[in-house]
């Protein structure tokens, strides 16, 4: 007799129901590393949700509208798989809200590790029916982030290559 790990009415919701995934994060801007973890993520789920979402200890360079635009421009031909939204609340909170099951965050090197780890596990505590999946970022962005981005193109830095040519022309605008 084989045994039951996973209940039957599991399997059956799965067929009925799509997966969701939370993206968060404060996207000032979205880079190629965080489109990389995108595409990766909707390999796993059926639909991902890019939530831009208040990190206190940041004050972003972009309005949330701007920072909303280049996500969506990014993602203009795929509208039945990416939702882009914003919440003021609890990550959890929202993941729920949307009948998603699981936040998706990528690690980029072993520095992420326990802030991630942290933030995993008080999510948990906070709502037990929400999982973090951790994608490891693609070699290449492992040592890019948006404020090491940001200020290069402070500088006149040539950030072609590390975020999509919409947001280097923003960075250029903003930083004229
Ligand atoms: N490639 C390249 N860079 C990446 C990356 C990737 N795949 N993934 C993350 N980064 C960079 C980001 O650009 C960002 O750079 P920055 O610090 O220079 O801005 C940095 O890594 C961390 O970014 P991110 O993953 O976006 O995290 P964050 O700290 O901006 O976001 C929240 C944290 C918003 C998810 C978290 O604060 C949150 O959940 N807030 C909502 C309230 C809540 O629920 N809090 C938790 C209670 S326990």
Redesign the pocket.
């Known amino acids: 007799m084989p045994e039951k790990h996973v209940p039957k009415e599991t399997c059956q919701s799965r067929k009925q129901h799509p997966s969701i995934a939370v993206y968060?994060?404060?996207?000032?801007p979205i880079?190629n590393?965080?489109i990389?973890?995108i595409k990766r993520a909707l390999q796993l789920f059926d639909k991902i949700i890019i939530v831009i979402?208040?990190?206190v200890e940041?004050k972003p360079l972009f309005t949330l509208e701007e920072r909303i635009d280049m996500i969506n421009t990014c993602f203009a031909n795929s509208s039945d798989c990416i939702e882009v939204d914003m919440t003021d609340g609890?990550?959890?909170d929202y993941t729920i809200s949307k009948n998603a099951k699981a936040i998706v965050?990528?690690l980029?090197a072993v520095s992420d590790f326990d802030y991630e780890f942290q933030?995993a596990l008080?999510?948990r505590k906070l709502e037990r029916r929400v999982e973090t999946v951790f994608l490891m970022?693609g070699f290449r962005?492992i040592f890019?982030?948006?404020?090491i981005i940001k200020d290069a193109a402070k500088h006149n830095g040539d950030v072609s290559g590390v975020v999509p040519a919409h947001v280097k022309a923003a960075l250029k605008k903003k930083f004229s």
């Open positions: 968060p994060g404060t996207f000032d880079t590393g965080h990389d973890i979402a208040i990190n940041k609890l990550i959890v965050r990528g980029r933030l008080m999510n970022t962005w890019i982030s948006s404020s």
